[in-house]
């Protein structure tokens, strides 16, 4: 099975900037989508960012803008660069991949951000605090 594991700096203030990475253990398939999730506590979890194998990518609204999602294929590795941070950003992050679907599109993607339990594989999470 394939295993995620994320990485990064988990404290910034407000207004600042961090990168969170998630390396896979092996190579997806061809066709994929892998996306970061978070959840604060007490806060259901909320789809981020997606990205497939295509390279098009979506966004939650929330972090339209200030968030970008971001893969090396040739290093199996997920990004999310995170700039102009927020307290309400904090949380819990986790990157998930699927296999498939063999239709994608930005519809799609939008629609897996909203369906977390679509994806197969997860990391363990990496704590993000936002201070004022």
């Known amino acids: 099975q394939v295993q995620l594991h994320e990485s990064g700096v988990g404290s910034v203030h407000a207004g600042g900037s961090l990168r969170l990475s998630c390396v896979a253990s092996?190579?997806?398939?061809?066709?994929?989508?892998m996306g970061w999730f978070r959840q604060a506590p007490g806060k259901q979890r909320e789809g981020v960012a997606a990205?497939?194998?295509?390279?098009?990518?979506a966004y939650a609204d929330s972090v339209k803008g200030r968030f970008t999602i971001s893969q090396d294929n040739a290093k199996g590795t997920l990004y999310l660069q995170m700039d102009t941070l927020k307290p309400e950003d904090t949380a819990t992050y986790y990157c998930?991949?699927?296999?498939?679907?063999?239709?994608?599109?930005?519809?799609?993607?939008?629609?897996?951000?909203?369906?977390?339990?679509?994806?197969?594989?997860w990391g363990q999470g990496i704590l993000v605090t936002v201070s004022s």
């Open positions: 998930a991949a699927a296999e498939g679907p063999a239709m994608r599109n930005l519809n799609i993607l939008r629609w897996l951000l909203l369906h977390g339990d679509q994806f197969k594989y």
């Open positions: 092996e190579d997806m398939e061809n066709e994929y989508c």
């Open positions: 990205i497939d194998s295509d390279g098009r990518a």
